[in-house]
């Protein structure tokens, strides 16, 4: 039996949906590393004189490997392992338009040997006390997204093909990058007790240009939603999410 049937079979017999235990299993990681980014960030937003943080620390992530069996009557072992990953945040106060701005990836640090998380957070020099909130939320948005990435890498059940794209609404709709965006978007809903349909709504409201594809430059093609793409790309996104997490607060 495969890891997959294993867990069909604990759904059957607890009566639960598969992404509520899938999503149990990460939560605990991820409000660690929240809470430990939370204080750093208080510390660094409280404190006038500094502008530029650099903070990382390691983290367990589970690790899966299979053994394979010459009698195919027995049923295929499971077996679970940790390994370690990194968090790594640089946080720099700037003149800039919003708020705040959130950059992350996550990649693979052959020097080290090891899995990386990068966060990238700018802090604008007028910061109010009153965007915490958000800014807390969508960092948790923002790391349940990569550490999807992360468990895609690790975890066999996971593993989906990379897509070739050449814009970011191409990119968002990839199955890596759908299945990540809706798992940080439901981490953020419920932190923010929204809608996930609301929650989706602001996100691409912030990420769409007025241009169309045609007049957008290749960096905005990188990050930016054209509004010819907005519509489309929601829809996509609402649609998979339902589908992913039909337990999640949907309209």
């Known amino acids: 039996m495969n890891l997959q049937e294993q867990l069909n079979r604990i759904h059957q017999i607890?009566?639960?949906?598969?992404?509520?235990?899938?999503?149990?299993?990460?939560?605990?990681?991820?409000?660690?590393?929240?809470r430990d980014i939370k204080g750093e960030?208080?510390?660094?937003?409280?404190?006038?004189?500094?502008?530029?943080?650099?903070?990382?620390?390691?983290?367990?992530q589970e690790e899966f490997d299979y053994?394979?069996?010459?009698?195919?009557?027995?049923?295929?072992?499971?077996?679970?392992?940790?390994?370690?990953?990194?968090?790594?945040?640089t946080a720099t106060t700037e003149d800039i338009s919003t708020p705040y701005d959130i950059h992350a990836d996550q990649m693979?640090?052959?020097?080290?040997?090891?899995?990386?998380?990068?966060?990238?957070?700018?802090?604008?020099?007028?910061?109010?006390?009153?965007?915490?909130?958000k800014l807390f939320a969508e960092l948790k948005d923002v790391l349940r997204h990569e550490i999807e990435h992360l468990y895609q890498s690790e975890n066999p059940n996971k593993y989906l093909k990379e897509v070739p794209h050449n814009t970011f609404a191409e990119e968002v709709l990839t199955p890596k990058e759908k299945d990540a965006y809706i798992q940080g978007f439901y981490t953020q809903a419920k932190t923010r007790k929204m809608y996930m349909d609301d929650i989706i709504d602001e996100w691409a409201e912030e990420r769409t240009s007025k241009l169309s594809p045609e007049e957008m430059d290749d960096n905005e093609k990188k990050s930016k939603l054209s509004s010819d793409e907005v519509e489309y790309v929601k829809n996509e996104l609402i649609k998979h999410g339902k589908k992913l997490l039909p337990q999640a607060k949907w309209r």
């Open 67 to 89: 053994e394979d069996f010459i009698d195919d009557d027995e049923e295929e072992e499971e077996q679970y392992s940790t390994t370690t990953f990194v968090v790594r945040l």
């Open 14 to 34: 607890m009566g639960i949906p598969k992404d509520i235990l899938t999503e149990g299993r990460y939560s605990q990681t991820i409000l660690q590393i929240w």
């Open 41 to 60: 960030l208080l510390d660094f937003i409280r404190d006038e004189e500094l502008t530029e943080l650099e903070w990382e620390e390691e983290y367990f």
């Open 108 to 133: 693979w640090d052959e020097d080290e040997s090891i899995d990386v998380i990068n966060l990238q957070i700018y802090i604008d020099t007028n910061f109010r006390i009153e965007s915490l909130n």
